[in-house]
């Protein structure tokens, strides 16, 4: 009923930038809040940044000062500017957002399928 689609990762050498993407689309009523987790290899899935519909953030630690997250509520999509990046942010980042569909307005929460980030020189 609802897809995320993610867009944007691929490979940036250390001190680059990069945005990446995602597309909400399906049967959607109303986006609550969407946001950035990652995974490595081996570890459990972190929040990286989240944004509220009403314009509120949240950062982890380690990419305030380099990374921003906004929205398009038009567009049902969620964007994440990475700046300054690191090679230890070479990861899969997924896309989160919680999601009121049509079908009763109950709200769920959905994930897109993970772009690659890669910093490398």
């Known amino acids: 009923q609802v897809q995320l689609v993610e867009s944007g990762g691929g490979l940036v050498q250390p001190g680059g930038s990069l945005r990446i993407s995602c597309a909400a689309s399906?049967?959607?009523?109303?986006?609550?809040?969407m946001g950035w987790y990652r995974q490595a290899p081996g570890k459990q899935r972190e929040l990286v940044a989240s944004?509220?519909?009403?314009?509120?953030?949240n950062y982890t630690e380690s990419v305030k000062d380099r990374f921003t997250i906004s929205r398009d509520n038009d567009k049902r999509t969620v964007y994440l500017q990475m700046n300054s990046l690191k090679p230890e942010d070479t990861v899969i980042y997924y896309c989160?957002?919680?999601?009121?569909?049509?079908?009763?307005?109950?709200?769920?929460?959905?994930w897109g399928q993970g772009t690659q980030v890669t910093v490398s020189s």
């Open positions: 989160n957002a919680d999601v009121q569909i049509l079908l009763g307005y109950k709200t769920y929460a959905y």
């Open positions: 399906g049967s959607i009523f109303r986006i609550h809040a």
């Open positions: 944004l509220t519909r009403l314009g509120s953030t």
